[in-house]
């Protein structure tokens, strides 16, 4: 992952560089070589998926330096991204906290496994019966009619034959053992707590739409309240969209190795103006349609 990105920019080859510099391990090398196992265990996923996007954030605001988004916004990891794009973390900070995120999250796990599904053409009221029944939980709203559940192995395995009986077009397991945003992260908030409140932060220069609430964080209390609440709470990235799209918003850019989010914000709202940058191609891409006034 965005190898390609660090040969051609000096902005990314640094941040991956100071990445290194900050855990004390070979981030980079973990990266662009794997092995890829290792490279997807969440305490070294999370400080990856990171670098990544903050790698691709530099290189775009030394390539648009007038542009200046309006929100800022991320999906679970991906807050703590919005947050250092907004001011309020610096990387550093931010990298060190979710490395420690990573690690009590595996922690929480490890002593009580979970799982977590996608469920497929299911409407929200119907499968918040189906979770409350099952003693599952609703841990991601990503877009209409695609919903993650998360639990205990025992509460998704009920709460997944309810759905495909209730009209569920799908329910895909999702290869975790980690019941992320659920209860079962109860611990992981707790033990995650002490490493937030002592991380520096200051109030965003932008406004960035909470996970939890889908409206501004307003301040660094806020902030500190989000980041423990999120390991438990549902991410209300619907929500978070259509706030956003309400302020009059038409264009998003996702940063980071994939392109999941643009997809789901165009099927939360089919007017919006969604690309993904996380590559070279994209990078130049994105650069020439703004040069043609796109």
Same mark, same amino acid.
């Given at each position: 992952?965005? #190898?390609?990105?660090?040969?051609? !920019? ?20 973990? @990266? ?39 929100? $800022? ?57 189906? @979770? ?8 991601? !709203?990503?877009?209409?009619? #695609? ?5 205990? #192995? ?13 009209? *569920? ?27 937030? *409140? ?21 301040? $660094? ?21 259509? !706030? ?35 590559? $070279? *191609? ?13």
């Amino acid at each position: 992952m965005a #190898q390609d990105l660090a040969a051609a !920019y000096p902005e990314a080859r640094a941040t991956f560089e100071q990445a290194d510099a900050i855990l004390g391990l070979a981030l980079t090398q973990l @990266c662009f070589a794997g092995p890829e196992n290792v490279l997807t265990d969440t305490i070294n996923a999370q400080p990856a998926l990171l670098t990544h996007s903050i790698a691709a954030l530099r290189v775009l605001q030394s390539l648009q330096r007038d542009e200046t988004p309006s929100f $800022v916004a991320g999906h679970s990891l991906g807050e703590y991204s919005a947050l250092v794009a907004a001011d309020a973390m610096d990387f550093a900070d931010a990298l060190r906290l979710v490395r420690e995120r990573g690690r009590v999250m595996k922690d929480a796990g490890e002593k009580t496994p979970g799982a977590m599904a996608a469920v497929i053409g299911m409407d929200d009221a119907a499968l918040e019966a189906v @979770c409350a029944e099952a003693g599952a939980e609703i841990a991601n !709203y990503n877009s209409p009619g #695609q919903i993650v559940i998360s639990g205990s #192995q025992d509460a998704l395995a009920r709460a997944t034959a309810l759905a495909k009986e209730r009209g *569920a077009r799908r329910v895909l397991p999702l290869a975790v053992s980690i019941a992320a945003h659920s209860r079962l992260m109860e611990p992981a908030a707790r033990a995650f707590e002490r490493a937030v *409140a002592q991380t520096p932060m200051r109030a965003p220069k932008v406004p960035v739409i909470s996970n939890v609430t889908a409206r501004p964080l307003n301040g $660094v209390d806020e902030i500190r309240h989000e980041l423990v609440a999120q390991l438990t709470s549902s991410v209300q990235w619907v929500k978070s969209i259509e !706030y956003i799209v309400a302020q009059g918003t038409t264009h998003f850019v996702e940063l980071g190795p994939k392109d999941v989010l643009a997809g789901l914000i165009r099927r939360i709202d089919k007017d919006a103006r969604a690309v993904s940058i996380g590559d $070279v *191609a994209s990078v130049k891409a994105f650069v020439e349609s703004k040069s043609h006034g796109a």
